[in-house]
Antibody, heavy 120, light 111 residues
Framework: QVQLLESGPGLVKPSQTLSLTCTVS??????????WSWIRQHPGKGLEWIGY???????QYNFSLRSRVTISVDTSKNQISLKLNSVTAADTAVYYC????????????WGQGTMVTVSS | QSVLTQPPSVSAAPGQKVTISCSGIRSNVGNNYVSWYQQLPGTAPKLLIY???KRPSGIPDRFSGSKSGTSATLAITGLQTGDEADYYC????????????FGGGTKLTVL
């Protein structure tokens, strides 16, 4: 069974960089065939796709966040990472990592999510 | 403001049927597969329907999906109290702003 587990600081100060890691078990990122996304959910709101990465390092980002987002992959650790810089209170959300077979396909496995609060 | 449009809430009695709509445009719903997710309180979304109308293993056939043009629909029959959750549609958007997009979510209340 594929499992994804997000980790990182739960509190980030405004203007700083939010950094999260998603550790994958039950599947090898380097085997290919799947895209790994970050998705966030603002408190009480809907879902927002942030971007995806393929094991090769190929990425695509949400147009509205692309200037602040970096997604990377570490196949040796079977992890993907998210960096979001210059954060504000508007970036307070639950952050999920999720898997798709192709970019335009459904997200079949999700992590449990990690809450990140931006506050001084 | 979500890219796809869903009703904020729907409700029905146990045993009844409910439908949830998801409206988009040609560059997203019109030209891509739609998926549906169930989010129980305090948990991560769970895939219910993929490729418009297919169910992953373990999802009961009480849940079904359909798509026509730029709209999609999730139907749930034989409602149970355990179906109370938020439901989201999702798809891909083509073009300059290519990427995953979702609806704003629909809160299902089983009366």
């Amino acid at each position: 069974q594929v499992q994804l587990l997000e980790s990182g600081p739960g509190l980030v100060k405004p203007s700083q960089t939010l950094s999260l890691t998603c550790t994958v078990s039950g599947a090898s990122i380097s085997s290919g065939g799947f895209y790994w996304s970050w998705i966030r959910q603002h408190p009480g709101k809907g879902l927002e796709w942030i971007g995806y990465i393929y094991y090769s390092g190929s990425v695509q980002y949400n147009f509205s966040l692309r200037s602040r987002v970096t997604i990377s992959v570490d196949t040796s650790k079977n992890q993907i990472s998210l960096k979001l810089n210059s954060v504000t209170a508007a970036d307070t959300a639950v952050y999920y990592c999720a898997r798709t077979a192709i970019p335009s396909d459904a997200f079949d496995f999700w992590g449990q999510g990690t809450m990140v609060t931006v506050s001084s | 403001q979500s890219v796809l449009t869903q009703p904020p809430s729907v409700s029905a009695a146990p045993g009844q049927k409910v439908t949830i709509s998801c409206s988009g445009i040609r560059s997203n719903v019109g030209n891509n597969y739609v998926s549906w997710y169930q989010q129980l309180p305090g948990t991560a979304p769970k895939l219910l329907i993929y490729k418009n109308n297919k169910r992953p293993s373990g999802i009961p056939d009480r849940f079904s999906g359909s798509k026509s043009g730029t709209s999609a629909t999730l139907a749930i029959t034989g409602l149970q109290t355990g179906d109370e959750a938020d439901y989201y549609c999702g798809t891909w958007n083509n073009g300059l702003s290519a990427g995953g997009v979702f609806g704003g979510g629909t809160k299902l209340t089983v009366l």
